[in-house]
T-cell receptor, first 112, second 117 residues
Framework: NAGVTQTPKFQVLKTGQSMTLQCAQDMNHEYMSWYRQDPGMGLRLIHY???????DQGEVPNGYNVSRSTTEDFPLRLLSAAPSQTSVYFC???????????FGAGSRLTVL | AQTVTQSQPEMSVQEAETVTLSCTYDTSESDYYLFWYKQPPSRQMILVIR??????QNATENRFSVNFQKAAKSFSLKISDSQLGDAAMYFCAYRSRDWAAGNKLTFGGGTRVLVKP
């Protein structure tokens, strides 16, 4: 099993550009989520989904959009990138009744 | 909202010695989960140990053990017989037992562990 796959691993953007971070899991997990990691602040929840067609905001949702059209995929969209969105992004998933998350390898995004 | 605080930005330990990482949290809930995650330079998030709040017994996983003090809202991690491979960032995390809230984690700011040979 591939687990949770994130692409790309590294990306450099200019301010105002748009992009999508991809997240796919092959474990049939109902729950998927996106976190960002900034120095000294741990990981903070951006958006999450408890199943296909259902998404909700986390702690820091501004500037990000998500959708969940399939169980496997949960893309994170930046419509107009800002330097404040420079961070490492993690996708994570789990079964709904489980309390252990499986994390992807992370995507490092730099916005100039 | 819950908060998780790790007051030690960095800890250094001699190989084969023991180090203890501190974590405190704030919550009004009575039932929840607590976790310690390890993040090596590869950036991968690795679950080290978890504790269910309704269980009084402290969790143990090989050389890793916790000291869970529910009344004090404290959840420290002890790494015994430290190895070079233990060098990493360690994050404490909280999860509500409210299943309707989804599997959302609240993380502390992390503690970097350095292991000296």
């Amino acid at each position: 099993n591939a687990g949770v796959t994130q692409t790309p691993k590294f990306q450099v953007l200019k301010t105002g550009q748009s992009m999508t971070l991809q997240c796919a899991q092959d474990m049939n997990h109902e729950y998927m989520s996106w976190y960002r990691q900034d120095p000294g602040m741990g990981l903070r929840l951006i958006h999450y989904s408890v199943g296909a067609g259902i998404t909700d905001q986390g702690e820091v949702p501004n500037g990000y959009n998500v959708s969940r059209s399939t169980t496997e995929d949960f893309p994170l969209r930046l419509l107009s990138a800002a330097p404040s969105q420079t961070s490492v992004y993690f996708c994570a998933s789990s079964f709904s009744g489980a309390n252990v998350l499986t994390f992807g390898a992370g995507s490092r995004l730099t916005v100039l | 909202a819950q908060t998780v605080t790790q007051s030690q930005p960095e800890m250094s330990v001699q190989e084969a010695e023991t180090v203890t990482l501190s974590c405190t949290y704030d919550t009004s809930e009575s039932d929840y989960y607590l976790f310690w995650y390890k993040q090596p330079p590869s950036r991968q998030m690795i679950l080290v140990i978890r504790q269910e709040a309704y269980k009084q017994q402290n969790a143990t996983e090989n050389r890793f053990s916790v000291n869970f003090q529910k009344a004090a809202k404290s959840f420290s991690l002890k790494i015994s017989d430290s190895q070079l491979g233990d060098a990493a960032m360690y994050f404490c995390a909280y999860r509500s037992r409210d299943w309707a809230a989804g599997n959302k984690l609240t993380f502390g700011g992390g503690t970097r562990v350095l292991v000296k040979p």
